[in-house]
């Protein structure tokens, strides 16, 4: 298997664009994660979905991301707005089961100017 | 609110040190813990999962053990190498029957070996 797969690896885009992040998980896997890395406040979830279903959005730091998961193999997160507080490193991971050993793709480096 | 600990924060030792990480959670009521690895500009790559009925894991030259009772768990790294240079990242989920999923993490350790 590919593993997680995310894409783009990079964006860099201007204040108020819209971005959308994009996700593959590995096939079989039920649960799907996304979470933000910054040095200042380290890995932090966003969101997780279940059988497809968002099960818990309360890491979403505000109403401008949102995330889908329209069917078992792709997920996205979107920013819109965007804006320059919103630069990080967003990952993407799945696992089989929702507490069983999570499997992190390569990031996408988010950059807002 | 789960909050994790990771100590220390860096370390730098030289190559064939046997070494130990320590992670600290406040809430003993977890599922299972998680060792990870990240490289600069990589992702995480998973190193060991112990479930919560687990004391100890081992893959390799790396020990993971777990103290629930205590919130505790060390990662022990054999014979280092400079290859083992990364920062070390755990993490742990919640028991089910509360709060969220999904993996809450320490802020890593940042560990050197000098060649």
């Known amino acids: 298997d590919a593993g997680v797969i995310q894409s783009p690896r990079h964006e860099v885009t201007e204040m108020g664009q819209e971005v959308t992040l994009r996700c593959k998980p590995i096939s079989g896997h039920n649960s799907l994660f996304w979470y933000r890395q910054t040095m200042m406040r380290g890995l932090e979830l966003l969101i997780y979905?279940?059988?497809?279903?968002?099960?818990?959005d309360s890491g979403m730091p505000e109403d401008r991301f949102s995330a889908k998961m329209p069917n078992a193999s792709f997920s996205t997160l979107k920013i819109q707005p965007s804006e320059p507080r919103d630069s990080a490193v967003y990952f993407c991971?799945?696992?089989?089961?929702?507490?069983?050993?999570?499997?992190f793709g390569q990031g996408t480096r988010l950059t807002v100017v | 609110k789960q909050e994790v600990t990771q100590i220390p924060a860096a370390l730098s030792v030289p190559e064939g040190e046997n070494l130990v990480l320590n992670c600290s959670f406040t809430?003993?009521?977890?599922?299972?813990l998680q060792w990870f690895r990240q490289d600069p500009g990589k992702g995480l790559t998973s190193l060991l999962l112990?479930?919560?009925?687990?004391r100890e894991q081992t893959s390799g030259r790396l020990n993971a053990s777990l103290d629930k009772s205590s919130g505790r768990s060390t990662l022990y790294i054999a014979a280092s190498q400079p290859g083992d240079s990364a920062t070390y990242l755990c993490?742990?989920?919640?028991?089910?029957?509360?709060?969220?999923?999904?993996?809450?993490f320490g802020k890593g350790t940042h560990l050197i070996i000098q060649p």
């Open positions: 809430d003993s009521a977890i599922y299972n």
């Open positions: 991971a799945s696992s089989r089961q929702r507490n069983t050993e999570a499997f």
């Open positions: 993490a742990v989920i919640r028991g089910l029957g509360g709060g969220a999923d999904g993996l809450t």
């Open positions: 979905f279940n059988n497809n279903v968002p099960i818990d």
């Open positions: 112990i479930q919560s009925s687990q």
